[in-house]
């Protein structure tokens, strides 16, 4: 299966977890150079929402949570964001002032950890716990 776009260009893509009880790599989140975050069916290739998530640069990564309910998204302008899965942006869950490299939601999926330059912090979707940082 080959999905082409011209442009955008792909920075991440993940797919949703099987775990779930849905068929394995059914849909596909995917983070574009053009600040969207695409959400695509593998059979037929087609798309199924395009979300204009990030104004200022890139969508660098997209990760779907364990349940396959949320997925995490982040971009050049250091804002990270959690989408429900047809693509309704659910929370801005932090705020950075450089480029967001990498994110990962936590096993239990009441936390992301989150990868910016020389920092790694983990941020929980409810706004009462203590952010950590290393």
Request: charge should be positive; glycine fraction near 8%.
């Amino acid at each position: 299966l080959s999905l082409a776009f011209s442009p955008p260009v792909m920075g991440s893509v993940a797919t949703l977890p099987s775990t779930i009880g849905l068929e394995s790599n059914y849909v596909i989140a995917a983070a574009c150079s053009d600040g969207t975050l695409r959400i695509l069916k593998r059979n037929g290739a087609s798309t199924e929402n395009v979300v204009k998530a990030y104004d200022r640069g890139a969508a660098t990564c997209a990760k779907w949570s364990s349940d396959g309910a949320s997925i995490v998204t982040a971009g050049e302008d250091g804002e990270v964001k959690v989408f429900s899965k047809s693509g309704n942006l659910r929370m801005n869950l932090a705020s950075f002032n450089f480029a967001i490299h990498d994110v990962a939601w936590s096993p239990s999926g009441d936390a992301v950890a989150i990868a910016c330059r020389n920092l790694i912090c983990i941020h929980h979707t409810q706004k009462k716990k203590n952010v950590v940082r290393w």
